[in-house]
Structures are given as C-alpha cells and as structure tokens.
C-alpha cells in the first residue's frame, strides 16, 4: 500500500527565513510525485510533478527535490503569502487509475 | 486558463437526504478524480473515470455514485447521507491516466 508521511506537521517561520519541508513515501512503482499547496477552504493548488531520483523543479522562492526515498519542498526567503497547507502526493502504478495518496501536509506560517 | 469548475460550492443538507455534486473538468482532460476531505484531514480518494468509463473505486461508501457524461463532466450522487458525510469535496481532471491532477474549488457539503 503507498505510503506518504510529511514532516514536520507545523512550521512558523519568519520572513526572509529559509527552510525545507520533507516528504517521505513509499510506493511499488513510483509514477511521480506531486507538491500542492492548500488555503484553507480551497482546492489543492498544482505546485510541481517530479517523476525520477534526482531531477529538481524551481518556481519563485520554492524548488523540489527527489530522491528515491524522499521529496524536500525548499523555501527560500518566505513572505507571509507563502503561508498554507503544503501537500505532498504519490501517483503509484497500481490499478489504473493512478489516483493519488496523500500525505497529511506541512501547516506553514511565516510571520511579518 | 480554465480551470476546473465545481457546483454549487455549497450545500446543506438533512440526514437521510440525496445530493449531487457536478464538476466540469478542464477543456481537453479526459479523466475525472473525486476526493473527499475531512476537516484536518488529507483528500481521500473516492473514484475515477477515464473517458467516460469507471477507472478505479477507492474508499467510496455503497450509498455514492458517479458518472462521466459524454462531454465528460462529472456527478457524483449522493444518498441517505450521514453526518459523517460533512466535508469538502474534490474533483481534479488531468489529460491523460498518468498525469498532473488539477483540482477545483471543492464543494462544501453539510450535513444536519
């Protein structure tokens, strides 16, 4: 069964205080890895897609890594907009729907 | 660039009752996923469609249903609805099988 578990559940940050949130899975078949980022009451909103060990995707202040174990959500220099729910999510082989699981998110404040 | 629409955004509801959620996928995306969030929890998926046919079923009760129309929105029908039910509901469509999910708005389902 795909597992996903994200670390740490809460993170506060200050502004301009850079850090990672982590990621960690385990799937037969690793289809890709996905970052969202969630306002409460929103839908989950498409960040990144990582598909193999190794490859690296930037966007702003954010860049996600992969590995064969684990994904790092980088946040470099946060502002008070970058706080949200972020949401890691695998997309295994298995039947064929390739719907995802997701692991319970990292809750991020960063404070002014 | 359209997104993925969901209605109503909002409903409530008695139990025992029936309701119907829609959501209109993103123009050119041919699969269907639905999710369910409860409060503080990570989406869970319910079920999928792929160019109008089922594609996979997760943990949705015997009481849910849904289907994928011809011009490929979705509903999913819900029956002798429970508290329990009370939670945000997702629809994400993506191009193809394997691919980037692209999540709606949600509709907020209340149940007295």
């Known amino acids: 069964e795909d597992q996903v578990t994200q670390s740490p559940e809460a993170l506060r940050l200050q502004e301009g205080e850079s850090s990672s949130l982590n990621c960690s899975y385990t799937?037969?078949?690793?289809?890709?890895l996905f970052w969202y980022r969630q306002d409460p009451g929103k839908g989950p909103e498409f960040l990144f897609t990582?598909?193999?060990a190794g490859e690296e995707k930037e966007k702003e202040r954010l860049k996600a890594t992969l590995t064969k174990k684990e994904s790092f959500l980088h946040i470099t220099a946060p502002k008070p907009e970058d706080s949200a729910t972020y949401l890691c999510?695998?997309?295994?082989?298995?039947?064929?729907?390739?719907?995802?699981?997701f692991g319970s998110g990292t809750q991020l404040t960063v404070l002014p | 660039a359209a997104g993925v629409i969901q209605s109503p955004r909002h409903l409530i509801k008695e139990k025992r009752e029936t309701a119907t959620l829609k959501c209109y996928p993103i123009?050119?995306?041919?699969?269907v996923y639905w999710y369910q969030q409860g409060p503080g929890q990570d989406p869970q998926f319910l079920i999928s469609?792929?160019?109008?046919?089922?594609?996979d079923k997760g943990s949705i009760p015997d009481r849910f249903s849904a289907q994928q129309f011809s011009d490929y929105h979705s509903e999913l029908n819900m029956s002798s609805l429970e508290l329990g039910d009370s939670a945000l509901y997702f629809c994400?469509?993506?191009?193809?099988?394997?691919?980037?999910?692209?999540f709606g708005p949600g509709t907020r389902l209340l149940v007295l």
């Open positions: 994400a469509s993506s191009p193809r099988l394997v691919g980037t999910q692209y």
């Open positions: 799937v037969s078949g690793l289809r890709g």
């Open positions: 990582l598909y193999s």
């Open positions: 999510a695998v997309q295994g082989p298995r039947g064929s729907a390739r719907q995802l699981t």
């Open positions: 123009p050119r995306h041919d699969t």
């Open positions: 469609f792929y160019e109008k046919m089922q594609s």
